[in-house]
C-alpha cells in the first residue's frame, strides 16, 4: 500500500510499504477514507520528538472495515468507523476507569497510553496510508453512520474535536461560565466550538495568526455565541481579557498551544500561555491544559523545547487557589455524544478544515502546514482521491 514515511526531520515520503494485516484475533484492519495532519505531528516532523526512521505517520483516522480478526464480534467488514487516537487494550485498570488515554497494556515500552504513528506511542503503524490496522478493534472503534456524509466532521473525532471538548471539560467549561483560550490552532478551535457548544457566555480566543482568529470569530455561530479574537501580535492580551471581563477575569482557561509558545517575534517561551493563563483565570477558576509539553530528558539536546521543567507561576497559580487539570485526551470519553452533536446538526467542527488533499501530495501539505504557510489550520489527507 501507499503510505506516508517518517525517514528524518524534515523528510517524509509517500511511498509503497507492505500492507497491514490481521496479527491478533482481535485486530481489525481498516481502509482509510481520509486521515489528517495533527500539529502533534509536527512535533516529530521538526525534530522535536524523535521517531523511528520507517513509521508511518497518522493518528487521526476514519475509514471502512476491509477485514476483522476472528475474535472481533461487534466490529464488522464494511463498517464506517472512526479510530480514536488512542489505542487502548479496554480491559486494564486505567482502561475500565475511562482513561484509554493511559492504557497500561497497549504501550511495549511500560509507559502509559498508546497511540499510532507517534514517538513514544508504541510501534504501531499510523493511518495516513491506504489501510490501518487497529488492534482490540471492538474496543477502540466507533460506528459512524453509513455512506459519506460528514466525512471532514466526523474525520475530527478521532483526536481534536475530544481533544477540545477535554480541554473545556477540565476547565470545567459550563453554561453561563466565562473563558479564555490561548492558541486558535484546530485544537484551540476545537475547544472553542466546545466552550459554544456547552453553554459558556463568553469566550476568548488568543494567537498571534489573523487567518486563525478570523475562523475562531466562527466558533459559535452554531448556537449564536459570538468568540472574541484577540491578537497576541497587537494586543496586551492579559488586559484585553481583564477589560473585557470587568477586571474580574474568566472562570476557565484552556491552554491549547503547548511548550512551542512563542512571542509575536516567534521567540519561544514555554512558560508565557501558563503565565497568562494564571493571569486572566480569577482565583479559584479552572485551567485545562491540552497542549503538549514534554517530560523532562536528562539526555536530550538543551535548548527548551525539550526541557520538562517550565518555569511558570505556580506561586500564583496557588494564592489564587486555582485547579489545573492535563493530559491527553481520553477520545473513547467523548466520541460517541459529539458524533452525535454532529449527526443532530449542533456541532460542525469542518469549520476549520481549510485543505482537502490527495495522499500523494502529503510531503508538500506538511511542509506548508508546518511553515503556517497562509491559510493552512487543518489538512485532511484522502489516499483513494
Ligand atoms: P498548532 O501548532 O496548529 O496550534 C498552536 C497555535 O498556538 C498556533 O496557531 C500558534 O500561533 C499559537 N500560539 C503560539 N504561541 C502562542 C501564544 N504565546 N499565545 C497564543 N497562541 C499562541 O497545533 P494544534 O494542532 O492546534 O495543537 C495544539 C497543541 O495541542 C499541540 O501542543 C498539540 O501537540 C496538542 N495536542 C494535544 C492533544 C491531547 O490529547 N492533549 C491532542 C492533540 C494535540
Ligand atoms: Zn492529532
Ligand atoms: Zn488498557
Given at each position: 500500500m501507499k503510505a506516508v514515511v517518517f525517514k528524518a526531520p524534515y523528510e517524509l515520503s509517500v511511498e509503497e510499504v507492505a500492507d497491514p494485516r490481521v496479527?491478533?484475533?482481535l485486530d481489525a484492519v481498516i481502509r482509510i477514507t481520509t486521515a489528517n495532519i495533527c500539529g502533534s505531528d509536527l512535533h516529530p516532523y521538526e525534530g522535536r520528538a524523535e521517531l523511528e526512521p520507517g513509521m508511518v505517520l497518522g493518528h487521526e483516522n476514519m475509514g471502512v472495515v476491509e477485514e476483522v480478526g476472528p475474535?472481533?464480534?461487534?466490529i464488522k467488514k464494511g463498517d464506517r468507523v472512526s479510530v480514536p487516537f488512542n489505542l487502548a487494550c479496554g480491559t486494564c485498570r486505567n482502561c475500565t476507569a475511562g482513561w484509554t488515554s493511559a492504557?497500561?497494556?497497549?504501550?511495549p515500552s511500560g509507559q502509559p497510553g498508546a497511540g499510532y504513528g507517534?514517538?513514544?506511542?508504541?510501534?504501531y503503524w499510523g493511518g495516513q496510508a491506504e489501510y490501518l490496522r487497529v488492534p482490540w478493534a471492538d474496543f477502540n472503534l466507533l460506528h459512524l453512520p453509513e455512506g459519506t456524509e460528514h466525512e471532514s466532521d466526523f474525520?475530527?473525532?478521532?483526536d481534536i474535536f475530544p481533544t477540545g471538548y477535554h480541554g473545556t471539560e477540565l476547565a470545567q467549561v459550563a453554561p453561563g461560565k466565562t473563558v479564555a483560550i490561548f492558541g486558535a490552532g484546530p485544537v484551540g478551535l476545537m475547544a472553542a466550538h466546545s466552550a459554544a457548544i456547552r453553554g459558556a457566555s463568553q469566550v476568548f480566543v488568543v494567537d498571534h495568526q489573523p487567518d486563525r482568529l478570523r475562523l475562531a470569530e466562527q466558533a459559535g455561530s452554531k448556537v449564536g455565541l459570538e468568540v472574541t479574537a484577540v491578537n497576541a501580535a497587537e494586543t496586551d492580551v492579559v488586559e484585553a481579557i481583564m477589560d473585557g471581563t470587568d477586571g474580574f477575569g474568566v472562570d476557565c482557561g484552556v491552554e491549547a498551544?503547548?511548550?512551542?509558545a512563542h512571542d509575536a517575534s516567534g521567540q519561544e517561551h514555554p512558560a508565557m500561555v501558563l503565565d497568562n493563563l494564571v493571569q486572566v483565570v480569577r482565583a479559584t477558576g479552572h485551567l485545562g491544559v491540552v497542549g503538549v509539553y514534554m517530560p523532562e530528558d536528562p539526555?536530550?539536546?538543551?535548548?527548551?523545547?525539550?526541557?520538562?521543567r517550565v518555569a511558570f507561576d505556580f506561586g500564583s497559580a496557588f494564592t489564587k487557589g486555582l485547579s489545573i487539570g492535563t493530559g491527553q485526551c481520553p477520545v473513547k470519553r467523548y466520541n460517541q455524544e459529539l458524533r452525535d452533536l454532529i449527526i443532530r446538526g449542533v456541532?460542525?467542527?469542518?469549520?476549520?478544515?481549510s485543505h482537502e488533499v490527495a495522499l500523494d501530495e502529503a510531503v508538500d501539505a506538511y511542509k506548508k502546514f508546518d511553515e503556517r504557510?497562509?491559510?493552512?489550520?487543518k489538512v485532511l489527507l484522502h489516499p483513494d482521491a
Open positions: 496479527e491478533e484475533p475474535g472481533v464480534n461487534r492504557c497500561l497494556r497497549a504501550n507517534y514517538p513514544n506511542m508504541g510501534p474525520t475530527m473525532l478521532s498551544v503547548g511548550y512551542q539526555d536530550a539536546a538543551t535548548e527548551p523545547a525539550k526541557e520538562g456541532a460542525s467542527p469542518s469549520f476549520i478544515v504557510a497562509d491559510g493552512y489550520t
